[in-house]
């Protein structure tokens, strides 16, 4: 099983990206999913996440209004459109999936790292003038 995730690039502040996420092996419809992101010397954060099971969506503070997750179930992607990219989104950003969250959802936990087994290898975001 192998998760992908794209779309990352140099962007200007105020700038817009779409990540992508995809998987070779698995139905992401399966799965919560959610967007990670890791600056250098710094752990790694929940961005967002979506249970497709009940349509639950999640933001960090950080992010909440500017970015948006969804999903193409055809398609067997998730994306997160990132507008209005600021120095401080500058990370790299991995998608992962989370079986236990999937079927047992718990709102304070869906930016535990430790419950999302799968990860792709991440893809890198600069935000830079």
């Known amino acids: 099983v192998q998760l992908q995730a794209s779309g990352g690039g140099l962007v200007q502040p105020g700038g817009s990206l779409t990540l992508s996420c995809t998987s070779s092996g698995i139905g992401l419809d399966h799965y919560q999913i959610g967007w990670f992101r890791q600056a250098p010397g710094k752990k790694r954060e929940g961005v967002s996440c979506i249970n497709p099971r ?7 503070e950080s992010v909440k209004g500017r970015f948006t997750i969804s999903e193409d179930k055809f398609k067997n992607m998730v994306y997160l459109q990132m507008d209005s990219l600021k120095p401080e989104d500058t990370a790299v950003y991995y998608c992962a999936t989370s079986e236990i969250l999937y079927y047992s959802p718990v709102r304070t936990q869906v930016f535990t790292p430790d419950l999302y087994l799968q990860w792709g290898q991440g893809t890198l975001v600069t935000v830079s003038s």
Do not use: H, K
């Not at 009940?54 to 960090?60: A, E, H």
């Open 54 to 60: 009940d349509g639950t969506i999640d933001y960090s």
